[in-house]
């Protein structure tokens, strides 16, 4: 049986780990076994120019990437470039492009346009606030790119009703937009008992700690500033909590360098890069999970993976994340509160949520699977074929 040729455009992708990176891997994964052939075309970052990820195939272009190093990831593809995006789009049968902000979401929807191909867009997240000059960048090329992008799609694919809001606002057609939530992978994140002993002695965590995970990029949009103030005031009044950072970026150094001036650093500790593999253990040691985010958020993989685990969900209450069971399972705060924060951790601390792990699980499992996630966006492509 003759497959269905796909072209996947985005700005990163494995081994650079980012939600996007996860959604894309997740998707085209499953792709193989609905009789398509996704091509993964992205920016090269320290990769060969092809290889594989889960037997799709990835082809990269070349780019700048100025400004990964301050924890923005926006690639300026290079002049060479053009042939890779060019010979992908024109051997597909259908594109998608993700991110509405990238240049090379753009390239890939103009070439599909004169190709004659289906361009379909999907939109990751809500506005970032960085707090400085980035915020009057980031408008400019919202206005002159991604509105370009938004009116050249056939078909905007929204992660949350948050996301649409935000494309609605930046014009887009209404009719061409349709949510479909993010999925999680309900073999891998589910609740394993037997880690949570083991992971606590193989991290040297003492079995009576609370502990409060968190799984983020270390940049200021995700709110470290704010989980470091949290920690500050939790730990204080509760010596048993221990929160565990899981993750690395360019604020890695200072929130160390923070964790040991304020004196927590026993209680604050730094995991750095933990593989997706080695997540679900993760999970499973902490008692609950806290998403300190400032902006940004469109449906947040690791809210999703944290409650698969029967973890509930402390969040700032920002983009799309209210859109999931938080409410009933965790606790929404305001963002740049730290206060509250704080005062959210210590009441789920001195709390047992063992009798409600598996209603959150099987809340999940009907909401928010990768099944449901490409059966929805499998009519998408078959309307537009």
């Given at each position: 049986?003759?497959?269905?040729r796909?072209?996947?455009?985005?700005?990163t992708f494995l081994?650079?780990?980012?939600?996007?990176?996860?959604v894309?891997n997740e998707?085209?994964?499953?792709?193989?076994?609905?009789n398509?052939?996704?091509?993964?075309v992205?920016n090269r970052?320290?990769?060969?120019?092809?290889?594989?990820?889960?037997?799709v195939?990835?082809?990269?272009?070349?780019?700048?990437?100025?400004g990964?190093?301050l924890?923005i990831?926006y690639p300026?593809?290079?002049?060479?470039s053009?042939?890779?995006?060019t010979?992908?789009?024109?051997?597909?049968?259908?594109?998608?492009?993700?991110g509405?902000?990238?240049?090379?979401?753009?390239l890939?929807?103009?070439?599909?346009?004169?190709y004659?191909k289906?361009f379909?867009?999907t939109?990751?997240?809500?506005?970032?606030?960085?707090?400085?000059i980035?915020d009057?960048?980031?408008?400019f090329n919202?206005?002159?790119?991604?509105?370009?992008n938004?009116?050249?799609?056939d078909k905007?694919?929204?992660?949350?009703?948050?996301?649409k809001d935000?494309?609605?606002?930046?014009g887009?057609?209404p009719?061409?937009?349709?949510?479909?939530?993010?999925?999680v992978d309900l073999a891998?994140?589910?609740p394993?008992?037997?880690?949570k002993?083991?992971?606590?002695?193989?991290?040297?965590?003492?079995k009576?700690?609370?502990?409060?995970?968190t799984?983020?990029?270390l940049?200021y949009?995700n709110?470290?500033?704010t989980l470091?103030?949290?920690?500050?005031?939790a730990i204080?009044?509760n010596?048993?909590?221990?929160?565990?950072?899981?993750g690395?970026?360019?604020?890695?150094?200072?929130?160390?360098?923070?964790?040991?001036q304020?004196?927590?650093?026993t209680?604050?500790r730094l995991?750095?890069f933990?593989?997706d593999?080695?997540?679900?253990?993760y999970?499973?040691?902490?008692?609950l999970f806290v998403?300190?985010?400032?902006?940004?958020e469109?449906?947040?993989?690791?809210?999703?993976?944290a409650m698969a685990?029967?973890?509930?969900?402390?969040?700032?209450n920002?983009?799309?994340?209210?859109?999931?069971?938080?409410?009933?399972?965790?606790k929404?705060?305001p963002?740049?509160?730290p206060q509250?924060?704080?005062e959210?951790?210590?009441?789920f601390?001195?709390?047992?949520?063992g009798?409600?792990?598996?209603?959150?699980?099987?809340?999940?499992?009907?909401r928010f699977?990768?099944?449901?996630?490409?059966?929805?966006?499998l009519e998408?492509?078959?309307?537009?074929?």
């Open positions: 049986m003759v497959r269905t796909l072209c996947i455009v985005t700005h081994p650079h780990v980012g939600g996007i990176e996860k894309v998707q085209s994964k499953r792709l193989l076994h609905k398509y052939a996704p091509v993964v992205t970052i320290q990769t060969p120019k092809h290889y594989s990820v889960d037997s195939p990835v082809d990269c272009y070349e780019s700048l990437n100025i990964f190093r924890g990831p300026i593809p290079a002049i060479p053009l042939p890779t995006v010979k992908a789009v024109k051997h597909a049968q259908i594109v998608h492009a993700h509405h902000p990238y240049l090379t979401s753009l890939a929807g103009k070439l599909a346009k004169f004659g289906p379909v867009l939109q990751h997240n809500t506005f970032i606030d960085y707090n400085n980035f009057q960048v980031e408008l919202d206005l002159a790119v991604g509105k370009q938004l009116n050249t799609a905007i694919i929204a992660i949350s009703n948050a996301t935000y494309v609605l606002r930046l887009a057609d009719n061409k937009v349709k949510v479909i939530y993010n999925g891998r994140f589910r394993q008992t037997d880690k002993v083991q992971m606590r002695q193989k991290l040297g965590i003492p009576e700690a609370v502990v409060v995970l799984v983020r990029r940049v949009k709110g470290v500033d470091l103030d949290c920690a500050e005031i204080k009044k010596p048993r909590i221990v929160f565990l950072v899981a690395k970026g360019p604020d890695l150094e200072n929130v160390g360098q923070q964790a040991t304020r004196k927590i650093a209680n604050f995991a750095g933990v593989s593999a080695d997540l679900p253990g999970y499973n040691l902490a008692d998403l300190p985010s400032k902006s940004g469109g449906l947040p993989l690791v809210a999703l993976e685990c029967g973890l509930p969900v402390i969040a700032t920002v983009g799309g994340i209210g859109e999931v069971p938080i409410v009933k399972y965790g929404l705060v963002p740049n509160e509250q924060l704080a959210a951790v210590l009441e601390a001195k709390s047992e949520f009798s409600q792990k598996t209603e959150l699980r099987t809340n999940i499992e009907e699977s990768w099944e449901t996630n490409i059966k929805q966006l998408i492509y078959e309307e537009l074929i």
